[in-house]
T-cell receptor, first 110, second 115 residues
Framework: DAKTTQPNSMESNEEEPVHLPCNHS???????IHWYRQLPSQGPEYVIH???SNVNNRMASLAIAEDRKSSTLILHRATLRDAAVYYC???????????FGTGTKLQVIP | DGGITQSPKYLFRKEGQNVTLSCEQN?????MYWYRQDPGQGLRLIYY???????QKGDIAEGYSVSREKKESFPLTVTSAQKNPTAFYLC??????????????FGAGSRLTVL
């Protein structure tokens, strides 16, 4: 299974942009890059995904390196409600085994 | 509203007892998954099912069993063979979006405590 590497924790000030990095040097050509986040005592929720091009949605932006060996989740204005554990995972297009790492715990400082 | 329902939310069990956690989805998703999460840790895959009447072991299947008799349902049994079953259990289902990617939707989780 292709693996991802994320920092254990990050801090951000409220209303400032946050860039959450993810390294995935063994990514295969068919792997999508997915981001999920988990608030305390809740199930994870989908944030965004992409394959090669940068992606934007109402929650966040995903910037993918040209060689696809790394990506960055961008929260444009962090709020206290964005404090969560963010998981970067890889997955192919089929219903395959989907594994999660330990993620990055984001703390947002008022 | 469509979604995934896990029950019970909290469950207490005595050592040596089997317990079954329910997971039902009305999203018409093909695939379903069970994960375990220990305090301060990430999610570990127990079992997953891509289609009715078929399922595969994940990374930590020992001491667990599942069935997939209906598309909507994927119950997990925690058997007495599981040495340390106290954990937060999460069920998910997935569909392939318009882009072809496999996107997961999670339930709210079931917290199992062994006394």
């Amino acid at each position: 299974d292709a693996k991802t590497t994320q920092p254990n924790s990050m801090e951000s000030n409220e209303e400032e942009p946050v860039h959450l990095p993810c390294n995935h040097s063994t990514i295969s050509g068919t792997d999508y890059i997915h981001w999920y986040r988990q608030l305390p005592s809740q199930g994870p929720e989908y944030v965004i995904h992409g394959l090669t091009s940068n992606v934007n949605n109402r929650m966040a932006s995903l910037a993918i390196a040209e060689d696809r060996k790394s990506s960055t989740l961008i929260l444009h204005r962090a709020t206290l409600r964005d404090a969560a554990v963010y998981y970067c995972i890889l997955g192919g297009g089929g219903y395959q085994k989907v594994t999660f790492g330990t993620g990055t715990k984001l703390q947002v400082i008022p | 509203d469509g979604g995934i329902t896990q029950s019970p939310k909290y469950l207490f069990r005595k050592e040596g007892q089997n317990v079954t956690l329910s997971c039902e989805q009305n999203l018409n998703h093909d695939a379903m998954y069970w994960y375990r999460q220990d305090p301060g840790q990430g999610l570990r895959l127990i079992y997953y099912s891509q289609i009715v009447n078929d399922f595969q072991k994940g990374d930590i299947a020992e001491g667990y069993s599942v069935s997939r008799e209906k598309k909507e349902s994927f119950p997990l049994t925690v058997t007495s063979a599981q040495k340390n079953p106290t954990a937060f259990y999460l069920c998910a289902s997935s569909f392939r979006g318009s882009s072809g990617a496999n996107v997961l939707t999670f339930g709210a989780g079931s917290r199992l405590t062994v006394l």
